[in-house]
């Protein structure tokens, strides 16, 4: 027997050891089903039991591997370039609607709240729930649960300040605003979502969703 007609046998409860190799194996991880999503990009990586809702959108380089434990990626969120969702045995990896999580973080078997946004190249390890309307800072290292509408920032993260009614609207503005944005990159859209700033945006105190934009 072949080392390929091994790798396809029929799973069974005596056989079930399974080797992840670099191969994608249609066996194990039937294709995800990406009709309701606004975009995933060519070079994504996205298998296992994924689940997109509508809106979504997985951009350039992304990972979400949902080979050992079930990922489930909300309503208008996104997930933007280089970013890797993983999870071990039993902790699922969830993104509620109007999520954001930046270019280049790590989701690794957490909870993100609705409206929340993770920043750039941050990491959320296992267990951890974000609460709705949220901001995780730049590169934070998030070790613990987060309140809900909460700013946090280092390593380890921290609560550094409340998120305001305000902010919160915002971030979910923002997801929808990446959903247009997706769309277009899908081609069935035109409404870039975003627009230049002008000059008095410029100079506005807060300017939180740009952390992952």
């Not at 409340?162 to 859209?189: C, F, M, N, Q, W």
Request: aromatic residues 4%; charged residues 20%; proline residues 7%.
């Amino acid at each position: 027997m072949s080392a390929t007609e091994e790798t396809r046998m029929p799973v069974t409860p005596e056989n079930d050891v399974r080797s992840l190799d670099a191969t994608f194996d249609a066996t194990f991880w039937p294709p995800v089903n990406r009709d309701r999503a606004a975009f995933v990009a060519a070079n994504a990586t996205v298998i296992g039991r994924v689940t997109l809702a509508t809106g979504s959108s997985v951009w350039y380089g992304a990972v979400v591997r949902g080979d050992v434990e079930a990922i489930a990626i909300g309503e208008s969120s996104n997930v933007q370039d280089g970013a890797i969702l993983h999870g071990d045995p039993g902790k699922p990896t969830i993104l509620e609607d109007f999520v954001t999580i930046g270019h280049g973080a790590v989701i690794h078997s957490a909870t993100i709240g609705r409206g929340s946004l993770v920043g750039i190249k941050a990491v959320v390890l296992d267990g951890v729930t974000i609460g709705a309307g949220s901001i995780v800072g730049a590169s934070a290292l998030v070790t613990k649960d987060v309140p809900p509408r909460s700013l946090v920032v280092g390593v380890p993260a921290k609560v550094v300040r409340p998120v305001s009614e305000d902010e919160a609207l915002e971030l979910i503005d923002h997801a929808k605003k990446y959903e247009k944005l997706a769309r277009v990159h899908a081609g069935t859209g035109t409404d870039l979502g975003f627009e230049p700033p002008s000059s008095a945006s410029n100079t506005a105190p807060n300017a939180a969703p740009s952390a992952a934009s």
